[in-house]
């Protein structure tokens, strides 16, 4: 343990990984949180597509580490944390480029273990070592980690853990390589949601808000998309229908029932040879401009 630890330094003996890596914790016996300073001690791992000042984001390909230097300064969101008196432990693979990689596609960088069933099972993505690691780790509080279209939500389901991706667009992205800019987003991991409220705070939410007369005002509408509800499983049915009723009954508003298919074939925005969603999205194609436009 570092009595003395400064958190702007990634503590990362091996910047390689593999089995004998190690990464230093500082102890939580110098640590207090504070109004100010609510995450002061909490460990905090870096998924490897977000900088971290004077240290590399490899994406997990060797070609783009070898291409690129080190990163000048913090990503946004590291930045916001650490002022928050977070401490950043190390950082953590992804699949390769931030695109969809099993297990056994993994060759520049291996991937992470999932720890829970049997310990084989495949930790989804791209933030796969993310959800990993505060699933395997107690000393580890939180790890950060981006999503597109799942990439930080899948791994925590996968992993049994918990993560929280922000609204599209409601933080700043400055410093994460992202895969699609209207869609990327950073979230965070971590095991114990009671934990949450103070990470959302000092990240990017204003807690005041969320006090006093904020909800009374607000006009809500839960959105009922009949193209995917109810579904064939009762069960699952049921547990959807339990939780919509407890969300009515805690906005104050009701369900509105609504077809995406059927308003598509209404609107018809990309003309009358495209009325068929299903069919539309199976055919689709994202423009070639929007993705990897960072490279």
């Not at 991991?189 to 007369?213: C, E, H, N």
Request: aromatic share 10%; hydrophobic share 35%; net charge negative.
């Amino acid at each position: 343990m570092l009595a003395n630890f400064n958190c702007t330094d990634l503590a990362i003996l091996d910047a390689q990984g593999g089995i004998d890596a190690r990464a230093a914790v500082p102890s939580r016996c110098y640590f207090n949180p504070t109004k100010d300073r609510p995450l002061e001690g909490a460990r905090i791992a870096v998924k490897d597509n977000i900088d971290v000042a004077g240290h590399k984001s490899t994406l997990c390909n060797r070609a783009w580490e070898d291409l690129y230097p080190p990163a000048e300064k913090h990503a946004a969101c590291v930045q916001k944390v650490i002022d928050a008196g977070a401490i950043i432990v190390g950082k953590v693979k992804l699949q390769a480029m931030d695109m969809r990689e099993e297990p056994l596609g993994c060759v520049d960088f291996s991937a992470p273990f999932n720890p829970r069933g049997d310990g084989h099972q495949g930790p989804s993505g791209s933030s796969h070592a993310s959800a990993a690691s505060v699933a395997s780790y107690e000393w580890l509080d939180y790890s950060f980690g981006s999503d597109t279209n799942g990439g930080g939500r899948k791994p925590a389901h996968h992993n049994d853990c918990f993560s929280i991706r922000p609204t599209t667009r409601r933080t700043d992205n400055a410093g994460i390589i992202g895969h699609f800019d209207k869609f990327d987003m950073p979230v965070f991991f971590g095991r114990d949601i009671t934990k949450f409220y103070d990470f959302i705070g000092a990240w990017y939410v204003d807690l005041s808000m969320l006090q006093g007369p904020y909800i009374s005002y607000r006009s809500f509408k839960i959105l009922y998309p009949l193209d995917y509800l109810p579904t064939s499983n009762e069960a699952q049915t049921s547990a959807i229908h339990k939780f919509i009723n407890g969300l009515e009954k805690a906005l104050k508003a009701k369900r509105t029932k609504i077809s995406l298919a059927d308003q598509w074939a209404k609107d018809l925005p990309d003309g009358d040879d495209n009325a068929d969603l299903a069919k539309y999205l199976e055919l689709g194609r994202l423009p070639a401009t929007s993705v990897w436009n960072t490279c």
